[in-house]
């Protein structure tokens, strides 16, 4: 059964004991209520102290099943209490954006699927980049397409039987997957 709720249950820092549709029980502090979206605004951890971590929980107000009011809690949005650790918050900003641009590197443009799965299988086991469609490993090994065994070129002998060996595998185990890539 679903509650109805009207605004006056969702106070500006009252704080509430919830349960969700899906079971879930914890204890937050309203900080905000949109009424035309249904969307609740809640601060876990309201009750430590002005220092300690709290995490912002959104949640749509359907998604409650019941609720308890508990008290009323210190205004959540006094600036004179609110504590951003703004160097923190930087650097998470900062190690976010280079892991995507990381992650976007480990993409090849204009190269077919099978080619973006040789290279992931060629990444779990040795450092591998793209230069435009040729898959380059170990900064000495280049596998241009069409991505076969035969198609790997320099490198010491060594480093060239082992990508061999990676791109075969690779190869049976998409030939297996798909039926004859």
Known sequence: MEAQFHGEEFAVGCVLSIKTTLGEEFQAQV????????LLILQEG???GGGARKDIRLIKANYIKEFSYLGQGDDPLDVKRCF????????REESAIRQAEADAERIGVGVTPEAQS?????SKTLPVRWDKSTIVVMN??????PYLPESVLGGTPAANDRV??????????LQSRYGGL
Not at 84 to 91: F, K, M, R, T, V
Not at 118 to 122: K, S, T
Not at 140 to 145: A, F, G, M
Request: proline residues 2%; positive net charge.
């Open 31 to 38: 900080i905000a209520f949109d009424r035309p979206s249904n």
């Open 46 to 48: 309201a009750k430590s």
């Open 84 to 91: 951003l650790d703004l160097n923190s918050l930087q650097a």
């Open 118 to 122: 040789l290279f992931d299988a060629l």
């Open 140 to 145: 000495e090994v280049r596998v241009s397409s």
């Open 164 to 173: 061999r060996k990676v791109l075969e595998f690779e190869k049976k185990r």
